[in-house]
């Protein structure tokens, strides 16, 4: 008699290499088997998805939570549920405190087993002077990796790090196997252009962009390059915004540099039309750009030389956005994303014939699992955990700020219409959303350690 599993699910099944029709036997929130023959697992429950894709769960390693004190884990991981998203990573630059130490970390810890929806990892950081003693310690309390940067929006809670803490960094960040992401954008042009510009009450929505031109990217991408290259640290540049950046990149991996990179939707997305014509909504930092430097970063993602796409989730209340109507310079920088980045990625990639399902999978969840070693995830593979986004190729989305899970409902692409509708979100073998509504409540999502942490379980990444 054949074995009988907790669950089976069938459909088009996106693996490393192919699509194909098949079917997965899952036991305890694990791929235990993956039939592509003739149907022939017996499951307690069947899900047949027939000639919808079956991803490996969507993996957003940039996501913001607790920026805005009124959003939280529960608005942002129900958001994630509903946008196809099964694991998150939660960047340190939490109101009030940085999540720079371990007594704060473990905090957060407890909070994120009583409150998440889906499965997140968390991201430290340190403080801007003498914190990199806290690089260890954090490391092995179970930090995915570490973020900082190079440009001050805030002393405390978000401050740029001076070169010489930088190295330190990256030296102690050598030793626990971690990357060390970066905010890269220098503060000295930035803050300059900005004064000169407000003098002159030169404060439209185009400002943001004329006062972070490229340069302010990609000088500091070439400095933190320079410090990797002499320190052997991983690192990886968050938010890329123009491609000048990967072919600064490109050419430090020739010279052996341990250094990866994504870009987010936004920048794939709108240009800095989009800025003019939507004002505060469609600010960010870096700012959205030129068309043409939009289409580099499009050539960029076709030709394999970013490793993966992010949200930079930033959930900013109406009000903080709404004080830069007649003022640019007033606004937050952000836009929340979770909830609507992997329709609107498929709809203009797969749905539109610019990339395979194959290739979507790799820069949606592969290589975010790959790149930060999140144990277990990231690829339909017997042993990992059963997380699965299941997409609709045929079924129509439009989005909605005013449905959002997060408790950011305002977005550039309210209204937007496209192909790929997330039918069903799937985390360790259940269904937490189920196409129309969020199924499980808060605590079902678990804590991912980092592959530093001393209370390591088991773990599978090949």
Not at 56 to 76: A, K, L, R
Not at 110 to 130: C, F, M, Q, Y
Not at 327 to 352: C, D, Q, R, W
Request: aromatic share 8%; net charge negative; hydrophobic share 35%.
């Amino acid at each position: 008699m054949s074995k009988q599993y907790d669950k089976v699910i069938q459909g088009q099944l996106v693996l490393e290499n192919e699509v194909t029709f098949g079917e997965i036997g899952i036991n305890n929130g694990k791929i235990v088997e993956i039939n592509i023959d003739q149907p022939r697992l017996v499951g307690k429950e069947v899900l047949d998805f027939s000639d919808q894709y079956i991803f490996p769960g969507m993996i957003d390693v940039h996501v913001h939570c607790y920026s805005n004190t009124q959003e939280g884990f529960i608005p942002t991981s129900r958001a994630a549920a509903v946008g196809g998203v099964t694991t998150f990573l939660d960047m340190p630059y939490d109101v009030p405190n940085p999540i720079n130490n371990t007594d704060i970390f473990k905090e957060k810890v407890s909070k994120l087993e009583k409150e998440a929806v889906v499965d997140i990892g968390l991201w430290a950081t340190i403080s801007k002077r003498n914190g990199t003693d806290q690089i260890k310690p954090l490391a092995e309390a179970g930090a995915m990796a570490f973020k900082m940067s190079t440009f001050e929006t805030d002393e405390h809670r978000f401050p740029r790090i001076p070169d010489p803490e930088i190295i330190k960094a990256m030296e102690e960040l050598k030793e626990t196997g971690l990357l060390g992401a970066f905010h890269s954008e220098n503060d000295d042009i930035i803050n300059q252009m900005i004064e000169d510009y407000q003098k002159e009450n030169k404060v439209y929505p185009a400002a943001h962009m004329e006062t972070r031109p490229p340069v302010t990217e990609t000088s500091a991408v070439l400095k933190l390059l320079e410090f990797a290259y002499w320190t052997g640290a991983k690192l990886h540049i968050v938010h890329v915004s123009h491609p000048r950046t990967i072919q600064l990149i490109e050419m430090f991996k020739s010279f052996g540099v341990k250094v990866t990179s994504e870009t987010c939707y936004p920048y794939l997305l709108l240009d800095v039309n989009d800025l003019e014509k939507f004002g505060p909504k469609a600010k960010n930092n870096p700012p959205l750009r030129k068309p043409e430097e939009r289409e580099g970063l499009w050539e960029q993602i076709y030709a394999e030389k970013i490793e993966m796409i992010t949200s930079d989730h930033a959930p900013w209340p109406r009000e903080t956005k709404e004080r830069g109507n007649d003022n640019i310079f007033l606004a937050t920088s952000g836009m929340p994303g979770v909830e609507i980045m992997v329709p609107l990625m498929f709809n203009s990639t797969v749905a539109k014939g610019k990339l395979t399902p194959v290739q979507f999978a790799k820069l949606m969840s592969t290589h975010p699992a790959e790149v930060f070693q999140i144990p277990n995830k990231g690829k339909i593979k017997e042993g990992f955990d059963a997380d699965f986004t299941i997409i609709d190729p045929k079924k129509e989305f439009k989005i909605n700020e005013d449905a959002f899970q997060s408790t950011a409902k305002l977005s550039p692409f309210h209204g937007q219409k496209g192909k790929g509708k997330i039918v069903q979100t799937i985390v360790r073998g259940s269904t937490v959303y189920d196409g129309d509504a969020v199924t499980v409540e808060p605590g079902f999502g678990k804590f991912v350690a980092g592959s530093a942490s001393k209370e390591e379980s088991e773990v599978v990444f090949k």
